[in-house]
């Protein structure tokens, strides 16, 4: 069983799988920086792929004023990952590595997003959706 640190080693290297899939994110974010009231407000939006250390969310960013707060890791997110076939959703907390412009109005951004701290549950529960979407029916 790898160590935190070595999970952490992992993580930053990207060294899992990626699935293509689109599930439902619940997201809040969280900042000491942003005096801002949408805030705390909770967002939602989906996944366009998944590993075990990160996702690409397509989401709305509420104010483009937030941005470089969020390349900067001064915004974080706090995510509910809906998998299919499991009653609670996995939650961790994350930072944005990057962010694709929509380029128009109204589109969403595509946020490119590492797991800063999960469980190791909900790692486990990533895990084995990763495994069986890869696996032969």
Same mark, same amino acid.
């Given at each position: 069983?790898?160590?935190r640190s070595t999970l952490a080693f992992e993580i930053e290297n990207?060294?899992?799988? #990626? /699935?293509?899939?689109?599930?439902l994110v619940e997201f809040k974010f969280f900042s000491n920086f942003?005096?801002? &009231?949408?805030?705390?407000?909770?967002?939602?939006?989906?996944?366009?792929? =998944?590993?075990?250390?990160?996702?690409? =969310?397509?989401? $709305?960013?509420?104010?483009?004023? +937030?941005?470089?707060? *969020?390349?900067?890791? #001064?915004? /974080? *997110?706090? =995510?509910?990952?809906?998998?299919?076939? $499991?009653?609670?959703?996995?939650?961790?907390?994350?930072?944005?590595? +990057?962010?694709? &412009?929509?380029?128009? #109005?109204?589109?969403? $951004?595509?946020?490119? /997003?590492r797991f800063r701290e999960i469980t190791r549950d909900g790692h &486990? #529960? *990533?895990?084995?959706?990763?495994?069986?979407?890869?696996?032969?029916?």
């Amino acid at each position: 069983s790898p160590s935190r640190s070595t999970l952490a080693f992992e993580i930053e290297n990207r060294r899992f799988t #990626r /699935v293509a899939t689109q599930v439902l994110v619940e997201f809040k974010f969280f900042s000491n920086f942003v005096d801002d &009231d949408r805030i705390e407000l909770s967002y939602r939006g989906t996944t366009s792929n =998944l590993s075990a250390g990160g996702l690409l =969310l397509k989401c $709305h960013v509420p104010d483009p004023a +937030w941005i470089p707060e *969020l390349l900067l890791g #001064r915004v /974080v *997110l706090g =995510l509910k990952v809906e998998l299919p076939e $499991h009653a609670e959703p996995v939650k961790a907390m994350a930072q944005v590595a +990057w962010i694709e &412009d929509p380029g128009q #109005r109204g589109e969403s $951004h595509a946020l490119g /997003v590492r797991f800063r701290e999960i469980t190791r549950d909900g790692h &486990d #529960r *990533l895990l084995s959706f990763i495994i069986d979407s890869k696996m032969p029916s």
